[in-house]
């Protein structure tokens, strides 16, 4: 499941505005950024979110993941108290 976190960098290495991530999800952008913000949305929204961003062309990777497909990405490392 995209975190909020996976979420937010994924819109901003795409240089995606809210509204262009909904319009590309066929949701509202409400929903964008109650997600964003913190607050659940339905399932159906979640999984909206991720093939928008999957057809753009971003890869989600989980914590214990190894990337191999190369490109410009984003990871948050463990934190020492972690």
Wanted: glycine share 14%; with cysteine.
């Amino acid at each position: 499941m995209m975190t909020v976190e996976q979420c937010r960098a994924a819109r901003s290495l795409l240089g995606w505005s809210a509204q262009e991530l909904a319009d590309q999800a066929g949701i509202g952008v409400a929903t964008v950024r109650r997600y964003e913000g913190g607050s659940p949305i339905a399932d159906i929204s979640l999984e909206a979110l991720s093939g928008a961003l999957a057809s753009a062309g971003v890869t989600l990777i989980g914590a214990d993941q190894k990337s191999t497909s190369g490109g410009v990405g984003v990871r948050l490392a463990k934190s020492a108290a972690g």
